[in-house]
Structure formats: C-alpha cells, structure tokens
Nanobody, 117 residues
C-alpha cells in the first residue's frame, strides 16, 4: 500500500504563487509515476500535471507555462513531488489531489487552493 500526504494549499490573490508538496510512504518502490489532479465544485476531477520515474512530464493545457511539476525525489523512506504554481487565476481554485501510480494507485486527502480575484 502507498500513503500520500499533501501540503501547501491556501488562499492567495490572483497573480500570486503557491507550492504544493506530496510525500508518498509505504510501498514506494512500486511507484513509477506521480501527479496532481484537481476538482472544482460541480466539476469532474482533472489532471493538472504528472511526472514519471523516467522524467517524462505532461501538463493540462490550462496550466502550461504557469505550473511546474518537480521530478520524483526519494528522501529516506519517502518519495516526494512538488507543484510550483505561479500566476494563479481564480479558475485555478479547487481541491488539489496527489496521485501515485504503480503496483497500487493511491490518492491523497486533498488540499484546498483558493485564488481570489
């Protein structure tokens, strides 16, 4: 099993920045990709950014040029990724979820990001 813990959400004004962190623990050897998804009220969960152990990354068109996902970094018994979010817009407001994929597909509990206009 893999457990994910996110942090770094909050309230920010439009144009501001936030950095989200996700730490995976447990059976981390099986993880070959990690990513961020988001879900706004009344909308489906959507991919924001994803990275693989081989360094391949992909982004939603709506965040390209503004968000950057880090590589997967191993620190002791955890694997960690970050999502740097710049030039935030009110439409980025959502609950952001970390996902890890491999032998298990795991989700974090989510962290709220609110961008005020």
């Amino acid at each position: 099993q893999v457990q994910l813990v996110e942090s770094g959400g909050g309230l920010v004004q439009a144009g501001g920045s936030l950095r989200l962190s996700c730490a995976a623990s447990g059976s981390i050897f099986s993880i070959n990709a990690m990513g961020w998804y988001r879900q706004a009220p009344g909308k489906q969960r959507e991919l924001v950014a994803r990275t693989t152990s081989g360094g391949y990354t992909n982004y939603a068109d709506s965040v390209k040029g503004r968000f950057t996902i880090s590589g997967i970094t191993r620190v002791n018994a955890k694997k960690i990724i970050y999502l740097q979010m710049n030039s935030l817009k009110p439409e980025d407001t959502a609950v952001y979820y970390c996902n890890a994929d491999g032998n298990y597909n795991a989700w974090g509990q989510g962290t709220q990001v609110t961008v005020s206009s």
